[in-house]
């Protein structure tokens, strides 16, 4: 007589069957925060698992040769709709699919995709949308890696380009890109707040204006934003007329300052045409920085409100320092002189001012270097987003290859320090500034 098993002796079989997501309950929309605790998987799947496990395989075993041949013809795009499973860690791979189902959750997006740093999202995004002869039309300033992407990398493949600045009202986009539409426009690429000036963009504006002026075309440029300095907590662009949503995972979704990852959510449609880019130039980040994603997301929520609490207290410190000329920080745009048009692009795309800022302090490169040089909790690092808080010099670092006339034009000064502020206590940060100004 063969030995009877669990599901013989109980009723209930040994390994459940998988469950579909949850998102509603009793007609209740789940949040965001609540979702990225188990959305997109499954324990059934992997043993009962509570977290997903690391799944460190360059390669999956197809259940049948016609299965096989299923998927690559996904893959050519002989058959609609792409792949279908797991084949190859190139091309997708359970962790990063979970993370992508996550992504995409908090600005409801049809799809995203998961790639190795925030550059190579935005590479992969221009490579798949660009060919000779095209124009990007963007905003300034950009992320000064971004600005040679498309100036000196793109530019050398016959790649244009044309910009207006971040702040730029509905009229001033209708003439640059009046001016672009006598060409081929592939792509309007836009960095909201901008960095490292917090500068504003009115994605509706640019929305409404790439609408009028190709009303007539085959085809209308899509809108890409890189959110890293807001998203998606604070900011959800396609909310407000992008089409697609860049992040650099690196910073507040990562939290961590220890994982480098990219992340580009939006339609089905340019996702599907930017993933076909991916799986040929392979571009996805790895299984185990997916998985470390998933562990900071589920905390997204709650440190993105400790630092942006953080933030404000010791922003209204700085504000009226004797040493500090001038705070660039969105909070501070509702009543200033002269920033009506930011304050009102704030009230209309923002829910919260963010906890990274521009200070000017008074003085110049001496003054700047000797703030940060006596800094004791704040780390004097490039970065933004992460738990601790990190201060750096733009013009002097991350902006050192933007020529100095784009510089002046931009706001990147001498002066300027960038801070972004973490979790840390907000006094002792404020103790910290407080003696770090006092050096100077």
């Given at each position: 007589?063969?030995?009877?098993?669990?599901?013989?002796i109980?009723?209930v079989?040994a390994?459940?069957?998988?469950?579909?997501?949850?998102?509603?309950?009793?007609?209740?929309k789940?949040?965001?925060?609540?979702?990225?605790m188990?959305?997109?998987?499954d324990?059934?799947?992997?043993?009962?698992s509570l977290?997903?496990?690391?799944?460190?395989?360059?390669?999956?075993v197809?259940?049948s040769?016609a299965?096989?041949?299923?998927?690559?013809?996904g893959?050519?795009?002989?058959?609609?709709?792409?792949?279908?499973?797991?084949?190859?860690?190139?091309?997708n791979?359970?962790?990063?699919?979970?993370?992508?189902?996550r992504?995409?959750?908090?600005?409801?997006?049809?799809?995203?995709?998961?790639?190795s740093?925030g550059?190579?999202?935005i590479a992969?995004?221009?490579?798949?949308?660009?060919?000779?002869?095209?124009?990007?039309?963007h905003?300034?300033?950009?992320?000064?890696?971004?600005?040679?992407?498309?100036?000196?990398?793109?530019?050398?493949f016959?790649?244009?380009?044309?910009?207006?600045p971040?702040?730029?009202?509905?009229?001033?986009?209708?003439?640059?890109?009046?001016?672009?539409?006598t060409?081929?426009?592939?792509l309007?690429?836009?960095?909201?707040p901008a960095?490292p000036t917090n500068a504003?963009?009115?994605i509706?504006?640019?929305?409404?204006?790439?609408d009028?002026?190709?009303?007539?075309?085959?085809?209308?440029p899509?809108?890409?934003i890189d959110?890293?300095?807001l998203?998606?907590?604070w900011h959800?662009?396609?909310?407000?007329?992008?089409?697609?949503?860049?992040?650099?995972?690196?910073?507040y979704?990562?939290?961590?300052?220890?994982?480098?990852?990219?992340?580009?959510?939006?339609?089905?449609?340019h996702?599907?045409?930017?993933r076909s880019?991916?799986?040929?130039?392979?571009?996805?980040c790895?299984?185990h920085?997916?998985?470390?994603?998933l562990?900071s997301?589920?905390?997204?929520e709650?440190?993105?409100?400790r630092a942006?609490?953080?933030a404000?207290?010791?922003?209204a410190?700085?504000?009226?320092?004797?040493?500090?000329e001038?705070?660039g920080?969105?909070?501070?745009?509702?009543?200033a002189?002269g920033?009506e048009r930011q304050?009102?692009?704030?009230?209309?795309?923002?829910?919260?001012?963010?906890?990274?800022f521009?200070?000017y302090l008074k003085?110049?490169?001496?003054?700047a270097?000797?703030?940060?040089d006596a800094?004791?909790i704040?780390?004097?690092?490039?970065?933004?987003?992460?738990?601790?808080?990190?201060?750096?010099?733009?013009a002097g670092m991350?902006?050192?290859?933007?020529?100095?006339?784009r510089?002046?034009a931009l706001?990147?000064?001498?002066?300027?320090?960038?801070?972004?502020?973490g979790?840390?206590?907000?006094?002792?940060?404020?103790?910290?500034f407080?003696q770090?100004?006092?050096?100077?």
């Amino acid at each position: 007589m063969a030995d009877k098993t669990e599901a013989d002796i109980t009723g209930v079989p040994a390994t459940p069957s998988p469950k579909a997501s949850v998102d509603r309950i009793g007609g209740r929309k789940l949040k965001p925060a609540t979702m990225m605790m188990g959305h997109g998987f499954d324990p059934a799947l992997s043993e009962g698992s509570l977290k997903p496990p690391i799944f460190l395989t360059s390669t999956f075993v197809f259940p049948s040769a016609a299965a096989g041949k299923r998927h690559f013809e996904g893959v050519t795009g002989k058959r609609p709709g792409g792949s279908d499973g797991l084949v190859y860690s190139r091309f997708n791979g359970p962790n990063q699919e979970i993370l992508e189902d996550r992504l995409a959750v908090w600005e409801e997006a049809e799809d995203a995709l998961a790639f190795s740093s925030g550059m190579s999202a935005i590479a992969t995004l221009f490579l798949s949308m660009v060919k000779p002869g095209d124009t990007i039309v963007h905003s300034g300033p950009l992320y000064a890696a971004t600005e040679t992407l498309i100036a000196r990398v793109l530019g050398k493949f016959g790649v244009t380009w044309l910009d207006f600045p971040a702040g730029a009202t509905r009229e001033e986009i209708d003439a640059v890109l009046t001016r672009a539409a006598t060409g081929r426009v592939a792509l309007i690429y836009l960095e909201s707040p901008a960095n490292p000036t917090n500068a504003l963009v009115d994605i509706e504006a640019v929305a409404a204006s790439r609408d009028a002026i190709f009303a007539d075309a085959d085809e209308k440029p899509p809108i890409a934003i890189d959110n890293t300095f807001l998203g998606p907590l604070w900011h959800q662009p396609l909310r407000h007329g992008a089409d697609l949503v860049v992040y650099s995972l690196t910073k507040y979704a990562g939290g961590h300052s220890d994982l480098v990852a990219g992340g580009l959510l939006g339609t089905k449609a340019h996702i599907n045409v930017i993933r076909s880019m991916r799986n040929t130039i392979g571009t996805i980040c790895d299984p185990h920085t997916a998985w470390m994603l998933l562990r900071s997301l589920e905390t997204l929520e709650l440190r993105m409100s400790r630092a942006g609490e953080n933030a404000a207290k010791v922003c209204a410190y700085l504000k009226d320092h004797p040493k500090v000329e001038h705070v660039g920080y969105l909070g501070f745009l509702e009543g200033a002189a002269g920033k009506e048009r930011q304050a009102d692009i704030y009230r209309r795309h923002c829910s919260g001012a963010g906890s990274t800022f521009s200070l000017y302090l008074k003085g110049g490169e001496a003054e700047a270097f000797a703030f940060l040089d006596a800094l004791r909790i704040a780390k004097l690092a490039v970065s933004l987003g992460g738990t601790e808080t990190l201060a750096s010099h733009p013009a002097g670092m991350t902006h050192l290859s933007v020529a100095d006339d784009r510089k002046a034009a931009l706001g990147i000064t001498d002066n300027l320090v960038r801070i972004s502020i973490g979790v840390e206590d907000a006094d002792d940060l404020i103790a910290d500034f407080t003696q770090a100004l006092d050096a100077i």
